[in-house]
């Protein structure tokens, strides 16, 4: 009974540690929470304080892998790589009341597009220089960290889906995510019958429509979906 008692007050002190930590370090305010990097590589952050006291900021970079499957994990960005994304600068001070810009930076476009999750945790002036620059909420403390989510584009950008219609499986061949919102039922008079069917499939991986599966010759396959590099939306024709 004492270890139960003893779990359910940790567990308390958790949860008002990490409710504090909300109350704290949403003093500490980072925008946009998603960026897409432009054609030349570039794209800004912004960290902006509402605390009356001067805060220490540590960044971490990892890159994410096999991204939006159930197999989603992240490294650690290698410095040196030149396709690995550069955030500048990767500590800082942010004093009462003022706001930095923290630029991404890719020297060289990937082949393929790739995504990657910067995260940003307020530390103490000795953390800030003595800890491990590599690890992220690794201290005992009341912090919120704060994870961006960055798309870096590639250096060709081309749409490419294949579908294999025994299985209803969708393949990525091409170089950039793609972001479905419909799929398209479509008769060789080209009319079509609209259903939502969201999925987000980067380059290389599948996903699985359940209403595309044993889709006759008949039929074609459409979908409608966001280009993220172009800001636009579009519709293509999926090749069986």
């Not at 109350?23 to 998603?34: D, K, Q, S, T």
């Not at 910067?118 to 704060?146: H, K, Q, R």
Request: charge should be positive; proline fraction near 4%.
């Amino acid at each position: 009974m004492k270890n139960i008692y003893l779990l359910v007050s940790k567990l308390l002190l958790s949860i008002g540690m990490f409710s504090m930590s909300t109350l704290c370090w949403a003093n500490m305010v980072v925008y946009p929470m998603e960026s897409g990097l432009d054609s030349n590589g570039t794209a800004q952050v912004r960290v902006l304080s509402k605390s009356n006291e001067t805060q220490y900021i540590k960044i971490v970079t990892k890159q994410i892998l096999r991204a939006a499957t159930s197999n989603e994990y992240e490294v650690l960005a290698q410095p040196g790589l030149q396709d690995s994304l550069v955030v500048t600068p990767g500590k800082l001070g942010l004093a009462a009341g003022s706001q930095r810009v923290i630029r991404l930076i890719s020297l060289i476009l990937p082949e393929k597009e790739t995504v990657w999750r910067v995260y940003f945790e307020g530390v103490n002036s000795a953390e800030n220089e003595d800890s491990n620059p590599n690890t992220v909420g690794s201290t005992v403390g009341i912090n919120l960290v704060w994870g961006v989510l960055v798309h870096v584009p590639p250096r060709i950008p081309v749409i490419a889906l294949s579908l294999n219609s025994a299985t209803g499986q969708v393949t990525n061949n091409g170089t950039q995510r793609v972001v479905i919102k419909q799929i398209g039922f479509c008769s060789a008079a080209q009319q079509c019958r609209w259903e939502d069917h969201t999925a987000n499939i980067y380059p290389e991986e599948n996903f699985y429509f359940s209403v595309l599966k044993l889709t006759g010759n008949n039929t074609e396959i459409k979908i409608r979906y966001v280009d993220w590099i172009k800001k636009k939306s579009a519709e293509y024709i999926i090749r069986k």
